[in-house]
T-cell receptor
């Protein structure tokens, strides 16, 4: 079965640079969620999109922006990167409410140096 | 604001030594409580969903239970391959429409030694 695809798997950037993370949801899923997980931390909700519109916003810094495109893939754009942005970034997708929550991708590990 | 607290933060067991992980939660109307397993560098993998107090679910060596304030993940006769971080998350009933945000706890890092 198709899963949530995230790219790249690993990314190294310098401080003040910009990074773009991509997420391809499970086919026919209409909702995408972005989470940030710092070392040893729980996943923190950043933002979600439903049918290409932002549906909820969590602890996403103003330096970050995201959107969902017509093919339902989503991109998380991160500017003026800081050392503290180093984390695993997970994307998840769902079709409405599902009894297992939703399906997570394998994540993008961002390292800011 | 929804809150999830997991304990202990870390747990070391010998193979075959049964134990329980705790997840205490505060949520304004629970739609569901989820247990996930997460291996290092990977995305959370779904284990169970519990909807109402008194509910129990089992899968191999794992059993999840739910009360009105907390959930337990019981691990019976664990094996080294059960070593992982176990995350608990809640979804509030009042998050309707397209909002199915999960609020996670910080997880319990389980290590099972052979």
């Amino acid at each position: 079965a198709a899963g949530v695809i995230q790219s790249p798997r690993h990314l190294i950037k310098e401080k003040r640079e910009t990074a773009t993370l991509k997420c391809y949801p499970i086919p026919r899923h209409d909702t995408v969620y972005w989470y940030q997980q710092g070392p040893g931390q729980d996943p923190q909700f950043l933002i979600s999109f439903y049918e290409k519109m932002q549906s909820d916003k969590g602890s996403i810094p103003d330096r970050f922006s995201a959107q969902q495109f017509s093919d339902y893939h989503s991109e998380l754009n991160m500017s003026s990167l800081e050392l503290g942005d180093s984390a695993l970034y997970f994307c998840a997708s769902s079709l409405g409410w599902q009894p297992y929550g939703y399906t997570f991708g394998s994540g993008t590990r961002l390292t800011v140096v | 604001e929804d809150q999830v607290t997991q304990s202990p933060e870390a747990l070391r067991l010998q193979e075959g030594e049964s134990s329980s992980l705790n997840c205490s939660y505060t949520v304004s109307g629970l739609r569901g409580l989820f247990w996930y397993r997460q291996d290092p560098g990977k995305g959370p993998e779904f284990l169970f969903t519990l909807y109402s107090a008194g509910e129990e679910k089992e899968k191999e060596r794992l059993k999840a239970t739910l009360t009105k304030k907390e959930s337990f993940l019981h691990i019976t006769a664990p094996k080294p391959e059960d070593s992982a971080t176990y995350l608990c998350a809640v979804q509030a009933r009042n998050s309707g429409g397209s909002n199915y945000k999960l609020t996670f706890g910080k997880g319990t890092l389980l290590t099972v030694n052979p």
